[in-house]
């Protein structure tokens, strides 16, 4: 069974920093890009982060780069997303997806695999 199970998330305070996991089963991880996402309600889902299929490279959005950074551990089949400084704003929907892709890209449409999301929720 192909899953993609994120963890991590919750209720916390601006100024925070919160660290989510996203384990994968059943599906080949290593040498696939892996990304994160977030939608908040009424919008779309909003690229986050990428790493290359062997974690060598990363990228990440222009908007989220001084506070986000990813990682991999291909060993336990999970990547991870330290976020920093969090902020209102930050309050949505994290997922991870697996990329049909080597290199680190930031389309919906370049993932084939996605979880069903962990909820972070940031107070003012």
């Known amino acids: 069974q192909v899953r993609l199970v994120e963890s991590g998330g919750g209720l916390v305070q601006a100024g925070d920093s919160l660290t989510l996991a996203c384990t994968a089963s059943g599906i080949t991880f290593t040498n696939r890009a892996m990304g994160w996402f977030r939608q908040a309600p009424g919008r779309e889902r909003e690229f986050l982060c990428s790493?290359?299929?062997?974690?060598?490279?990363?990228y990440c959005d222009d908007s989220v780069k001084d506070r986000f950074a990813i990682s991999r551990d291909d060993a336990d089949n999970t990547i991870a997303l330290q976020i920093n400084n969090l902020k209102p704003e930050d309050t949505a929907v994290y997922y991870c997806?697996?990329?049909?892709?080597?290199?680190?890209?930031?389309?919906?449409?370049?993932?084939?695999?996605w979880g069903q999301g962990t909820q972070v929720t940031v107070s003012s």
């Open positions: 790493i290359s299929g062997n974690g060598d490279s990363t």
């Open positions: 997806a697996r990329s049909i892709r080597w290199v680190e890209v930031a389309e919906v449409y370049e993932y084939d695999y």
